[in-house]
């Protein structure tokens, strides 16, 4: 039954591009169609995409397809193919943060620029895509703004670090490469007549200088008072060559001359006496660097001291009595001066001053005797002591006193600092407990502020939260106002946040986490290549940012607010494997997202890169969850997008089939299921909130695609020949 990829490409390519075709008339194609291809003429039948939606049923609804704007902007097949077919376009990568800043933060939109107006004159509107995102940023930028700071102090303070050092003690001959002009080596220094101007001779070579500023020290003296040049370069005759002038006189001076901006190269210092007639005698050579003092500052090691919402409580662990650690709740501006803070509550006549604990805890492993730093407010609903202990992880006892003074609880607020060591018994502790059931009362306890510092030496101190936060704020808001101006309010439907959720619940509250590069809900090896703003922003603010900044600009840039439409993007919203459960939290995290009363998120993009499963009860349970996906977005009462639709092929050993080994009636099977999710959007989703459908893939993938490489992804083959996927989205728009 299979057949080769030459087959059923010559098969579709003649069914399809016949001048019957509406689209493909308009592709300037025209072909003969053979008369022996019977079964896949009908494909020749079907009118261009967009004709089948039922404008009048959906009025909102657009019919989209990805492209790269750089392919819509030539005005070819593709341009055409879309402006036939579509309504709407999502550009693949260029309105996106990598494609637009470059590593110093300059922007540069003018892609995106000719892509709004190659839309508007073909009358094509835009799907946003994306404003904010972990993936596709530019992380050498933004890694710069967050980067730590240089401690200020005196410039004249600064220390001279040494690079290299170079003399002539034991040396018999010049040890350098000779440019026309040996110089002598006479009582220990390198020594030099005057011969000519024309003179020069290296005095080091190949010295390996990381990019930076540089200054060449060099104990000279003459028999008279003048300058000379000195080059600093990287491979003579290269051009690539830094001069200054190297005073001397009759006495010996250490003389010095300063070089800016060097690369990373290996490099040589070069003396050009000129016109000095002189003697030159150098005793030795130093090239320096000079660097801010170390200097000794405290670094907290907790994060969220300040108890934020949509921030991780994972450093602050309540254990009540009968149950279970989890992190401690955040009650919002129940601390001292409108702070957030934390609770405990303790029982009553307790077995134990452990029954009840809180832990302050944290991924360092603390040595005996090192210096700490520990501030907190506190306060309890009645006068309540309390024991300090030294932990490991929360409940792994280690010593049974940590704090040099335990905190005494009143009903007022309290202020509790300490500069202490950790006892020598707590070696490789990461958590101070603290035993809330001394008093034999169930008592309330408070904690707010935590803040749980080491020592630490360097001249450069990290930057705190709050201004990672306030430079992150400033930089998304810059980003977004750029792109909202390239867009001139053209574009009203935007992915304002692209992937939020992760697939994991660590904090235990029964819905999917954001994804994070500090909590542990994406893979190690994918941290680094990311950069993801909750980390910094706050789960809640991350978003509620976004959609701020974007709504400011849109109006700012000519847009109409009432227009613009602003949609959380997301995969696996129709996944199997947990029966829908990132769906679930989507709907969950928008209602906290909202809960400020001034956050709006008008949609909700589902990202369906699915397969025809040729195993049947894993393709109805596929089925099954389109469904269950569509009915939970309807719930939410947002607008709908499938914001990315493309599908291969597995068999049943769940192997991916290419599209050179895919058969007709694998082929006919995907055309199924094109037209039952297209349909089921139609049956599930209410009319007003049905926002449209966007075709991801045009064409298969070509053998060395970047996405989902050699498998049968598009609507058309390579060679822009309508397949049976054409014709089953087709159907389901018709809703057949």
């Known amino acids: 039954m299979k057949h080769s990829v030459k087959i059923i490409g010559s098969m579709l390519l003649a069914a399809t591009v016949t001048t019957s075709c509406v689209d493909d008339d308009k592709l300037q194609f025209a072909f003969e169609k053979p008369m022996d291809i019977a079964g896949m003429e009908y494909l020749a039948d079907y009118d261009a995409l967009k004709t089948y939606v039922d404008r009048s049923a959906n009025p909102n609804f657009k019919l989209g397809v990805a492209l790269a704007a750089s392919d819509y902007n030539t005005n070819g097949v593709v341009t055409r193919l879309a402006n036939s ?37 073909n009358n094509m509107t835009i799907y946003g895509h994306t404003l904010a995102w972990h993936s596709q940023q530019n992380n050498k930028y933004l890694n710069s703004l967050i980067k730590d700071r240089e401690i200020k102090v005196d410039p004249n303070a600064k220390i001279e670090k040494q690079d290299y050092y170079g003399d002539f003690k034991g040396v018999t001959k010049f040890p350098y490469y000779v440019m026309g002009y ?3 080596i006479v009582n220990d220094c390198l020594h030099s007549e005057y011969p000519g101007s024309w003179y020069q001779y290296f005095i080091a070579d190949n010295v390996a200088l990381p990019e930076g500023d540089y200054t060449a020290i060099i104990k000279v003296k003459s028999d008279r008072a003048g300058s000379l040049t000195l080059n600093m370069g990287w491979g003579w005759g290269s051009g690539e060559q830094a001069g200054g002038k190297l005073a001397v006189s009759e006495d010996w001076q250490e003389s010095v001359v300063n070089f800016t901006k ?29 660097e801010a003092p170390v200097m000794e500052f405290y670094s907290n090691v907790l994060s969220n001291s300040k108890m934020e919402s949509g921030q991780p409580m994972t450093n602050f662990v309540v254990r009540e009595n009968g149950k279970g650690d989890v992190p401690g709740p955040i009650l919002e501006g129940q601390g001292p001066d409108g702070l957030n803070c934390t609770k405990i509550t303790a029982i009553a006549n307790p077995t134990n001053a452990w029954d009840t604990q809180f832990f302050i805890t944290s991924d360092k492993a603390w040595a005996g005797g090192e210096k700490y730093r520990i501030s907190f407010w506190y306060k309890a609903s009645e006068a ?26 009143t009903t007022e607020w309290q202020h509790y600092e300490a500069v202490s060591t950790i006892p020598s018994e707590g070696n490789g502790m990461k958590s101070i407990a603290f035993n809330l059931n001394v008093s034999k009362n169930a008592v309330t306890y408070y904690f707010a502020d935590i803040v749980w510092e080491e020592v630490k030496s360097g001249n450069t101190i990290p930057l705190t939260p709050q201004e990672k936060k306030d430079t992150l704020t400033w930089a998304m808001d810059n980003w977004i106002g750029g792109m909202m101006k390239a867009t001139g309010g053209y574009v009203t439907s935007w ?22 590069a500090t909590r542990g809900t994406v893979p190690a090896e994918e941290a680094p290549n990311n950069f993801y703003w909750q980390d910094y922003l706050g789960d809640l603010d991350y978003v509620r940012t976004a959609v701020a900044q974007a709504r400011k600009h849109f109006a700012e840039n000519g847009g109409n607010a009432a227009d613009l439409k602003l949609f959380i993007n997301d995969y696996n919203l129709e996944s199997t494997w947990d029966n829908n459960h990132k769906m679930k939290s989507m709907a969950e995290w928008i209602k906290r997202w909202e809960a400020d009363g001034v956050t709006k998120i008008d949609g909700i993009g589902s990202q369906m890169h699915v397969s025809y499963n040729e195993n049947p009860a894993a393709q109805k349970k596929q089925e099954e969850c389109v469904v269950n996906m569509f009915k939970l977005m309807a719930a939410t009462g947002k607008l709908v997008k499938v914001s990315e639709l493309d599908m291969g092929y597995v068999d049943a050993e769940n192997n991916v089939v290419t599209k050179d080994d895919i058969s007709i009636a694998q082929l006919e099977e995907m055309r199924q299921f094109y037209r039952f999710i297209v349909r089921s959007y139609f049956e599930n989703i209410p009319a007003a909130q049905r926002y449209g459908i966007t075709q991801w893939c045009i064409t298969d993938a070509p053998s060395d695609s970047g996405w989902r490489k050699s498998e049968p992804v598009g609507l058309w083959t390579l060679d822009y020949a309508r397949k049976p996927a054409y014709a089953g989205f087709a159907e389901g728009l018709q809703g057949k």
Not at 267 to 286: A, C, H, R, T, Y
Not at 502 to 515: C, E, H, I, K, N
């Open 182 to 184: 040996e110089p002598t």
């Open 384 to 409: 309540a002591e309390s024991e300090s202990q030294c932990h490991g992880a929360p409940g792994a006892y280690m010593h049974w006193q940590m704090l040099p003074g335990n905190p005494s609880f």
């Open 262 to 290: 060097l690369t990373d190269k290996a490099v040589n210092l070069v003396l050009q006496p000129g016109g000095f007639e002189g003697p030159i005698d150098i005793e030795w050579i130093k090239i320096v660097h000079y």
């Open 85 to 121: 077919n579509f309504d709407e376009m999502t550009a693949g990568n260029a309105m996106k943060y990598a494609s637009c800043v470059a590593d110093n933060g300059a922007m540069n939109f003018g892609t995106v620029e000719s892509f709004v107006a190659n839309a508007k004159a």
């Open 495 to 516: 992915d304002v946040v692209n992937e939020p959720l992760s697939g994991a619940d660590v904090d235990g509250d029964g819905f999917y986490d954001l994804q994070s």
